[in-house]
């Protein structure tokens, strides 16, 4: 639900890949390949322990990002992402944005934008238009 409401958000105009990770009790996350949701895809489970076992705080910024920064960056240059959307709680935490995304730079070649939100409604919304966007599973 979280990357359906993302990709309403984002109102794309060509295909693209976007990863979707969503950090609050647990991870949440989605993954849109050519403009197609990957049923599935199961992404948030390279962060889920690790962020149970190290629950971001100001204390631990730099350590918890250097460990996302890692996945996020192979994930990138796997999937070939065009955007990495990032919501939840972490957002709010002092300094995790930056740190976060000084950690993901890659060459040119990758043309990848780290996107920030703290757009509560996403999940809701992509609920809602579930029916709008089943156009993603044919």
Known sequence: AYILGISYYMNRKEPSNILGLIFGTGVGGGLIIQDKIVLNAEV????????????????????????????????????NLDKVVIGGYVNKVYGFKESLASKIELSSFYNVRIVFTNNEDAILLGLMNYRKNYKFWK
């Open 44 to 79: 948030h489970q390279y962060f889920e322990k690790f962020m149970k076992d190290n629950n971001l705080n100001e204390d631990n910024v730099e350590y918890v990002t250097f460990y996302l920064s890692t996945i996020i960056k192979n994930l990138i240059m796997l999937l």
